[in-house]
C-alpha cells in the first residue's frame, strides 16, 4: 500500500496509458470499452434467454442474463488480473534495468486498468438492471464491501504470478488452463445449488465462488451477505498479500539477471 500512496502519480498515469494503448489503433477506440460488455450481455441474453429458455431457480429469463453477467464479470476480472500477471515484467523489462523505479507499481496498474474494464461492466450491468423488471435492492450498496476482499486478493495473485511467472516461464500456460477451470468449476452459469451439498466445498475452494454468490445476495436478491465467510475471506486475503509482497519484494533482486 506504501508503494500505492508514494506513487500515486505515476501509477495514475501509466494505468491511464495503459488503457489507452489498448485501444488506441482501433476505430472506435475506447468506445469498445461499453460496447464489448454490451454485446456480451446481449448475446447471453438471446442465447440462454430465448434459445434455451434458461432461467435461474425459476426466475423470468431476465434475471437469469443478470445473474450470470454479474458472474461473468466478476471472472472476467480476475482472468483479467491473472493473464496480464504472467508476462507483466517481462513486457516492461526496461523499467527493471532502472534502479530507481517500483516495480510494484506495475503490478497496481495492472490491478487499476483490470478494475477500469470490470467497472464498465459493472455501468452495463446497472443500466441493463434498471431497464428490466427486477429492481434495484437497497443493500447493493454493500457491494464495494464485499468486492474489498477480492480486490485484496487479486492484487495479491498478481504479485506472486508476476514474479513467478519471471522465473518460471510455464506459467503462463498453466493459468490459460487455470482461468478456464475457474469459470467452470464457479457458479457463473449455474446455481451453486444445482451441486450437491457434500461437494460444495470443493466449489468454494474457487476464490471467485464466494464473491460471486454475495454479490447476487447483495445486488440482487437484498440480502446480507454470510459474515463469517466474509471475515474468513478477508482475512485469508490479507495474509496472501503481505507473503506476496514479501516474495515480491525478495524475488525483484534477480529480475535483472533473468531478463
Known amino acids: 500500500m506504501k508503494v500505492l500512496t508514494d506513487n500515486l502519480r505515476l501509477i495514475i ?36 434467454g430465448f434459445v434455451f429458455k434458461a432461467k435461474w431457480g425459476g426466475e423470468v429469463e431476465a434475471n437469469y442474463s443478470l445473474v450470470m453477467f454479474l458472474g461473468l464479470i466478476i471472472h472476467a476480472f480476475m482472468a483479467e488480473c491473472i493473464g496480464r500477471s504472467t508476462s507483466l515484467i517481462q513486457g516492461n ?16 496498474v495492472a490491478l487499476l486498468s483490470s478494475l477500469f474494464q470490470f467497472f464498465m461492466g459493472v455501468v452495463v450491468f446497472f443500466a441493463f438492471l434498471l ?33 513467478l511467472s519471471v522465473y518460471v516461464r510455464d506459467v503462463a500456460h498453466v493459468m490459460s488452463i487455470v482461468i478456464s477451470v475457474m469459470l467452470f468449476m464457479s457458479p457463473v452459469f449455474y446455481s451453486i445449488d444445482a ?3 457434500k461437494y460444495q466445498w470443493i ?17 440482487l436478491h437484498g440480502s446480507m451477505f454470510e459474515v463469517k465467510g466474509y471475515v474468513i475471506y478477508f482475512i485469508i486475503s490479507v495474509v496472501l498479500y503481505v507473503a506476496s509482497s514479501k516474495w515480491f519484494k525478495l524475488t525483484k533482486k534477480g529480475f535483472s539477471d533473468v531478463l
Open 13 to 48: 498515469s501509466l494505468t491511464k496509458r495503459d488503457i489507452e494503448n489498448r485501444y488506441k489503433n482501433s476505430t472506435l477506440g475506447l468506445v469498445w470499452v461499453i460496447v464489448f460488455p454490451v454485446l456480451m450481455l446481449l448475446i447471453y441474453t438471446f442465447v440462454f
Open 93 to 108: 523489462a526496461n523499467y527493471v534495468k532502472k534502479v530507481v523505479f517500483p516495480l510494484e507499481s506495475l503490478c497496481w
Open 131 to 163: 431497464f428490466s423488471d427486477t429492481s434495484l435492492q437497497s443493500t447493493a450498496l454493500l457491494a464495494p464491501v464485499v468486492f474489498l476482499p477480492f480486490l485484496i486478493l487479486s492484487y495479491a495473485l498478481i504479485l506472486f504470478l508476476s514474479s
Open 195 to 197: 451441486v450437491p451439498v
Open 203 to 219: 466449489m468454494y475452494l474457487n476464490p471467485i465462488t464466494y464473491v460471486i454468490e454475495n454479490m447476487r445476495n447483495v445486488v
